[in-house]
């Protein structure tokens, strides 16, 4: 029903208003409208900008209807936390903005951008506090670097100068690459790294090494065209002798030589001895079948082992060198 008005009249008195029975009419009309509706049912004490609620220790509940939503565009409680568009802030000067959870209960968000302040005493991924250590990281779109190691495609390096790339295991643990385990102690004095067969390296003392001396092996092919051609070389200034087991192999004639040759110098002059050769000569070893003429000399800080062929076929050398040094 529409809120019915009561007709005054123009002036005081002049007889055209309602009579005082049909003014009472119109204000119990429009008071039982008033009271039939359940916010009128309410106990609530409205005083100046304040809503106060008049049943002792009860609650004020604001309630949007359906899908509704109660809407408050700036929201402050008990004068300290103030609510705004997106903003929850404390206005007390320099208090704290304290988020509590219920019993066992936790605060739980999506998504945490913390731009500043600290996080003390707080167990995080862990199960006891202990102080966070951070390493400086940076990413442009082709490598990671990560305070003193650059990740780049399938390489790690240093990328401080001159600086070592270290990788350390945890206690006895190893370094493992490709299924092969690194020693976690080091070695001693010239020992070399052999391997147990199922990927564990070890220190190991080799009888085959030696201080003063070097044995390695090597091989030269030489053409037939008489030109006096290298076999090997070694450093004048660290090696001062070597001795040799030749091997000569002429596959086109069929023949083959095993010779020794020793060898020394002077700094400026190499000389040279080559003894007990062994041949199949003509087919049964009654002829010494010489294919090629040992030579050495002293070229660019090196002693050169040469080689003259003595026909048009091509001679592999196969030798065992034994240095032993200045």
């Not at 109660?70 to 903005?97: C, F, P, Q, Y």
């Amino acid at each position: 029903m529409a809120q019915q008005l009561i007709n005054i009249g123009v002036t005081a008195d002049d007889g055209t208003g309602d009579t005082i029975r049909g003014a009472g009419i119109k204000i119990n009309s429009n008071f039982t409208e008033l009271f039939a509706r359940p916010s009128v049912e309410s106990q609530f004490n409205f005083i100046g900008n304040e809503i106060i609620a008049t049943d002792s220790n009860s609650d004020i509940v604001l309630s949007g209807s359906g899908t509704g939503s109660v809407m408050i565009t700036d929201l402050t409680v008990d004068g300290t936390i103030r609510m705004s568009d997106n903003e929850i802030r404390v206005n007390t000067s320099n208090a704290d903005l304290v988020l509590t959870a219920n019993g066992t209960g936790t605060i739980q968000t999506s998504v945490v951008d913390v731009n500043g302040g600290t996080i003390d005493g707080t167990v995080i991924g862990a199960t006891t506090p202990a102080a966070a250590t951070f390493s400086t990281l940076s990413y442009d779109n082709s490598a990671l670097v990560i305070d003193g190691v650059t990740v780049n495609d399938n390489t790690i390096s240093a990328n401080a100068s001159n600086s070592d790339l270290e990788l350390n295991a945890s206690g006895t643990g190893y370094v493992n690459i490709n299924s092969i385990s690194f020693p976690n102690t080091g070695g001693l004095l010239n020992q070399v790294l052999q391997t147990d067969g199922n990927g564990q390296l070890a220190w190991f003392t080799s009888p085959v090494l030696f201080d003063s001396t070097l044995i390695d092996d090597g091989t030269a092919t030489l053409t037939g065209d008489s030109s006096t051609q290298d076999i090997d070389s070694f450093s004048a200034s660290t090696y001062r002798s070597a001795k040799y087991h030749i091997q000569i192999s002429d596959a086109t004639a069929d023949r083959y030589k095993l010779v020794e040759a020793n060898v020394t110098h002077d700094g400026s002059t190499a000389y040279i001895s080559v003894t007990g050769g062994a041949s199949n000569g003509a087919g049964d070893g009654s002829t010494i079948y010489d294919s090629v003429d040992i030579s050495v000399d002293v070229s660019g800080g090196d002693v050169r082992l040469r080689g003259t062929v003595n026909n048009t076929n091509t001679q592999v050398i196969k030798f065992v060198r034994r240095l032993i040094k200045v």
